[in-house]
């Protein structure tokens, strides 16, 4: 189908934002950032870097009386979330001229070339090093072996002296033996005795106190009891002589 003079054609939509809303946010003055953070080299089309989500953002308005940031997310497109910054329609103080942005990035790239490391020199060795490693040289191989033997000979000695046992650390012989049976608590053998003891439960006797002790005898409900007896209630219930 071919295109004839009467039909209409459709006009070129001009690339602008055209929403007159303005952010609440105090307005944005370029000589708060940084220079790397703006891009004045076409003044039609400038662009800086979101205080907020750190993005590169372009800026509207160029031949208005209001100049302010383009509506915008946070996030990469179609990688992030699509949330709207809070700094979209933000307003743009322009306190700064293109020639004194100039100057402002010439001086922060010298600064940061300035800033870059250098050869790293190796640091100055101490006296007693130097001294220590020119007689290493003077000496020689045959200087250092003998000086490892003569070290060697020293450690040996120090760990025979230490393997040998001083005088008196043995026990001496006829001393008191140590008894094989089985121990009575203090306590038990410190106090009175009360005569024969007769267990609740089964009727079991023992003689004294230091020998029901020695057999696990315990207490329930203030009653005695044998060994075998208390094993059949509850730990928290036995409570020994």
Do not use: Y
Request: hydrophobic fraction near 35%.
């Amino acid at each position: 189908m071919s295109i004839t003079a009467a039909m209409p054609t459709a006009k070129e939509r001009l690339r602008r934002t055209r929403t007159k809303r303005v952010s609440p946010l105090p307005a944005i003055k370029l000589s708060s950032l940084l220079p790397s953070h703006i891009d004045l080299r076409d003044p039609l089309k400038p662009s800086l870097v979101c205080s907020d989500c750190e993005t590169w953002v372009p800026a509207t308005g160029m031949q208005s009386k209001l100049q302010k940031l383009v509506p915008h997310h946070t996030g990469r497109a179609e990688v992030a979330a699509a949330i709207r910054c809070r700094s979209s329609n933000r307003r743009i103080e322009w306190d700064m001229t293109i020639p004194e942005w100039h100057q402002a990035l010439t001086d922060a790239v010298k600064e940061a070339a300035s800033r870059q490391p250098t050869a790293v020199l190796p640091k100055a060795l101490s006296p007693q090093t130097d001294q220590t490693l020119r007689g290493r040289n003077r000496r020689g191989a045959i200087g250092r072996r003998a000086e490892w033997a003569a070290a060697l000979h020293r450690v040996r000695q120090a760990d025979r002296l230490r393997r040998a046992v001083p005088q008196g650390a043995r026990p001496t012989d006829g001393g008191p033996e140590v008894p094989l049976d089985r121990l009575v608590p203090r306590q038990a053998a410190e106090q009175p005795e009360k005569g024969q003891l007769k267990c609740e439960h089964c009727g079991a006797t023992e003689t004294s106190l230091t020998s029901a002790v020695a057999a696990g005898w315990c207490r329930i409900t203030r009653r005695p009891h044998c060994g075998r007896c208390a094993d059949r209630f509850p730990a928290w219930t036995r409570i020994p002589f």
